[in-house]
């Protein structure tokens, strides 16, 4: 985990309205606009929500985008508004499709979608129209290698990693396609798809929007969440 508070990194997003404060993008990370290694500091008022692209084009070795112009894209961020969001649903109970299981979104502080062996590898959070989406990527031999906590991107290893969206999708996939998520809206059916490979100790848990496989060639297929009170819990052993 980052040593950032919740209460700064919500403060963060809030004021971008839940994306990147230059291009909107869903999938942020956050920046510290006075580098660390000058001040060790968590100040939101010196901190700025951007997507991993602009992060890098914001880093202290780069010339693209200058302090200055970070604090105006603070108070000036892309959504300019969360109806400006595209995960912002002004529908009231939007459907996940996610492993076979279909699951009515009702607002709630937050919602476990898959759990292997115990833990909890995907989670979400939908609260005044706003999803947030949370997974622990782990690699065949254990280790933590990235997260999503409430959309915010944290990597914790060198490995490659492709980040895409464009208006109603995110895509995360580690550069082999071995461990990634996928998340799309379809506005029209207000129906929002999840696939996504997992890796939880050692065992490869495959999900698509209509079954989840795992070891042992065990498949769940067509599960319904009644009320979407627990998660889709899985043992591999
Ligand atoms: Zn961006």
Redesign the pocket.
């Given at each position: 985990m980052s040593d950032i508070p919740e209460p700064v990194r919500r403060e963060v997003r809030q004021e971008a309205n839940f994306g990147?404060a230059?291009?909107?993008?869903p999938i942020i990370e956050i920046h510290h606009i006075v580098p660390r290694s000058e001040e060790e500091h968590n100040d939101p008022e010196r901190m700025i929500a951007?997507?991993r692209?602009?992060h890098e084009l914001a880093g202290p070795q780069a010339e693209g985008i200058t302090p200055d112009q970070l604090y105006e894209y603070k108070k000036d961020p892309y959504n300019s508004d969360l109806v400006d969001y595209d995960f912002y649903f002004e529908s009231e109970t939007p459907l996940v499709e996610f492993a076979g299981c279909k699951c009515q979104l009702r607002d709630l502080d937050e919602m476990s979608i898959l759990s292997v062996n115990g833990e909890d590898l995907v989670t979400m959070s939908y609260s005044d129209g706003v999803l947030q989406f949370s997974a622990r990527l782990y690699n065949q031999e254990g280790d933590l290698v990235a997260e999503l906590n409430e959309n915010e991107w944290i990597a914790y290893t060198e490995d490659v990693w492709d980040l895409t969206y464009n208006g109603n999708q995110f895509k995360i996939w580690h550069d082999k396609r071995d461990i990634g998520i996928e998340i799309r809206y379809n506005s029209d059916t207000d129906r929002l798809f999840m696939r996504g490979n997992f890796y939880k100790d050692g065992a490869l848990v495959r999900a698509t929007p209509s079954k989840i496989v795992f070891p042992g060639n065990n498949q769940v297929i067509g599960c319904t969440f009644i009320d979407c009170g627990g998660a889709l819990a899985l043992s591999t052993k």
């Open positions: 990147c230059i291009c909107g993008n951007l997507c692209n602009h």
